[in-house]
């Protein structure tokens, strides 16, 4: 199995670059070393670089916060393309379309969980109750006790869980290594959109991510996201509709801002979003192992097994309990890291 040291490895072969950024540039906290110097000089030899995200951050909010960081439009990339702007984008230049997703009415909408307000600016939608509102957008999970981590959880019979298995667990009976249950609450919260009969809006069919900085006793865990919200409710009989990674809408929109500019590549962390979604368009894909998703999996798997068997485990145990999309999620290259820990010359 080769491994690639980083995209310089590559980067003959590709005029176009469309990159995931969390965990593959940023760990939650800081951007990987040597991050701006590659993206910088990615652009400055030619290469078009455009940054696709699942966050449900509208493209500006996205900028102006990695700006803060360093990172900055026409510098280090050409375009930032988030789930949420192109979620946004839909409704306001396709509404009968995006109606149509929702059984052909979609003027009012309900936010749970914690909401991103900014993604439905400038479009119809108008706020309402859940009872009322055509469509139920899902936020992003949280607890009454705040976020709510999925690597470190078990079934009531004290049995550890792997992340691959909670969703088809039953969420009433999990609770994390502290005794907290909210997998309860947001089972209750799903049961009652089911007794409604409410079809939930995801922008980010994340199941998980892992985070640096959501507690400083757990660095670097894996929390419940929005796809794992999507998918525990597909599982007791509710309908989502999607947008983000590896739905191909968000890709066909990167696409067109990206024009024909030669050949093109996805470089993301994560099998069944930046992968799967990059393969079931015809472009090709390179993984990071040695950051992101893709590391910590690794990681949490017996120290006896080599680089070969560990793959093996992500792709024919892993990745399809995360996804239902059919298209092989191998991809084209693997990389141990985006760049490399020196300085990157090209």
Known sequence: MNIEKDIMSIVDDYE?????????????????????????????????????????????????GYAQRGMFHGVHYDEFITSGEFLNYTIKNDPENFARMFGGKADSVKCIFTGNANIFEGTHLKKSSIGEADVVYVGIPRSSYGTVFIDDVWDCNGKKINIEDVVDQCWYEIQDNCGRQGFAEFARQLDNCLKLNKTLLVANPDIFFHCSGVDPKNCGVA????????????????????????????????????????????????????????????????????????????????????????????????????????????????????????????
């Open 16 to 64: 176009t670059f469309f990159i995931d950024i969390y965990g593959v540039l940023f760990d939650g906290i800081n951007l990987y070393n040597q991050t701006l110097i590659t993206l910088e000089k990615l652009r400055k030899n030619g290469k078009k670089v455009i940054i696709l995200s699942n966050t449900t951050q509208v493209s500006i909010e996205a900028k102006i």
């Open 223 to 346: 929390v419940v996201a929005q796809g794992a919200i999507a998918a525990y409710y597909e599982k007791i009989g509710g309908n989502v509709v999607y947008f983000g990674k590896p739905y191909p809408g968000v890709f066909g929109y990167a696409q067109q801002l990206a024009g024909n500019c030669g050949k093109k590549i996805m470089i993301g962390d994560t099998l069944w979003t930046d992968i799967l979604g990059a393969n079931a368009c015809g472009l090709d894909s390179a993984l990071v192992t040695e950051t992101g998703v893709t590391c910590e999996l690794m990681k949490k798997m017996e120290d006896s097994l080599n680089i070969e068997e560990k793959f093996k485990i992500l792709y024919e145990k892993v990745a399809p309990k995360m996804t239902k999309i059919s298209p092989s999620s191998k991809p084209t290259h693997l990389l141990r890291r985006f760049c490399s820990s020196k300085e990157v010359l090209l």
